[in-house]
């Protein structure tokens, strides 16, 4: 026969262990969090500006290639329907 003192935990225990369990979780996520952030190497405000400028150039020049391609496949599908 089984043994009666081996009883699991109650419904309110359980539960509260697993509160104090995502509790503890949150709490180490956010302790290596600001651990990992420490290791992170900034840009600096020229790197960033260089890079910004860069970005802005690349996104200028890629409207100005899809607005000649728009014009230029609008223009070819205007002959073929013939408006």
């Known amino acids: 026969m089984a043994d009666k003192t081996d009883k699991k935990p109650g ?3 359980r539960a509260k ?15 290596d969090t600001k ?6 190497v900034w840009p600096s405000k020229e790197d960033t500006r260089k ?19 728009d014009a230029i496949f609008g223009g070819i599908l205007g002959l073929v329907i013939g408006g």
């Open 11 to 13: 419904f309110v225990a």
């Open 35 to 40: 651990s990992e952030l420490k290791k992170v």
């Open 17 to 31: 262990n697993a509160v104090k369990n995502f509790a503890a979780g949150v709490a180490k996520f956010f302790r």
């Open 51 to 69: 890079n910004t400028i860069v970005v802005l150039v690349v996104v200028i020049i890629a409207a100005a290639v899809l607005f000649i391609l």
